[in-house]
């Protein structure tokens, strides 16, 4: 029975895991990531009834781990959902203002073509305009671009944080597990190892958001085309 109760705990761990690295996933609505840590408080509680205090206090933590990064990473991707939508408002405005713009623009050519002076003169200073709040509402859209792109980044990096601090902590909680199954470990070995995972894992990950703050910053330095 207590063999059952482990083996259901391990595949809420992984659900738990998969839950975690989903808080990145943007095709996919908060309800369906909510959707993905179903049935993991069940099969933890039961090693809660039948688990030795060693492994409730490994289980334990490895549950506070969790609930402490699904909050931080909630507000993390709050944050970014709502800058996104301000990215489909700001498209939406340039939109408008460069179907003024080519009204406007069509207008002076057609000014032009009839030489009518005081005409092109009227048309001239409503294509200014135009011009004007496109080049307007077209830095507002980078502007908001740039902010996603960042707030992008800064979930990556937390979830990825918060992945690694979550398997170390299940990599603690393996030892009383094994202890209690009386599964056969070298103990030292085994620290050994999960020493060496997790600071290939943190190289792994300070590598890749090196080159992710490059890209950002590239994107950031690129200034938004003018009309004229």
């Given amino acids: 029975m207590r063999r059952d109760v482990y083996l259901s705990a391990?595949?809420?761990?992984?659900?738990?895991?998969?839950?975690?690295?989903?808080?990145?996933?943007?095709?996919?609505?908060d309800q369906e990531l909510s959707a993905m840590s179903r049935g993991i408080g069940g099969s933890l509680s039961k090693v809660f009834l039948v688990g030795q205090f060693e492994t409730v206090r490994a289980i334990s933590s490895l549950y506070e781990t969790y609930a402490n990064a699904i909050?931080?990473?909630?507000?993390?991707?709050?944050?970014?959902?709502?800058?996104?939508?301000?990215?489909?408002?700001?498209?939406?405005?340039?939109?408008?203002?460069?179907?003024?713009?080519?009204?406007?623009a069509a207008a002076a050519q057609a000014a032009m073509q009839d030489g009518k002076g005081d005409r092109t003169e009227s048309v001239g200073a409503e294509l200014t305009e135009a011009s004007r709040i496109v080049n307007e509402h077209q830095t507002a859209f980078t502007t908001v671009q740039r902010s996603v792109l960042t707030a992008q980044i800064v979930l990556v990096k937390e979830v990825s944080l918060s992945t690694l601090e979550f398997e170390r902590t299940t990599r603690a909680a393996v030892l009383p597990v094994r202890r209690e199954l009386h599964f056969e470990i070298d103990e030292?070995?085994?620290?050994?190892?999960?020493?060496?995972?997790?600071?290939?894992?943190?190289?792994?990950?300070?590598?890749?958001?090196?080159?992710?703050?490059?890209?950002?910053g590239a994107a950031s330095a690129t200034e938004p085309s003018q009309v004229r």
């Fill in 188 to 216: 030292a070995s085994f620290a050994r190892m999960s020493e060496e995972a997790s600071a290939r894992m943190r190289t792994n990950l300070e590598e890749w958001l090196e080159r992710l703050s490059k890209i950002a």
């Fill in 71 to 104: 909050l931080h990473l909630a507000e993390k991707r709050m944050f970014m959902t709502v800058e996104a939508a301000k990215v489909a408002d700001a498209k939406a405005k340039l939109d408008q203002a460069m179907q003024r713009w080519n009204q406007a």
């Fill in 10 to 29: 391990i595949d809420s761990i992984a659900l738990m895991q998969e839950h975690l690295a989903g808080f990145v996933r943007l095709d996919i609505s």
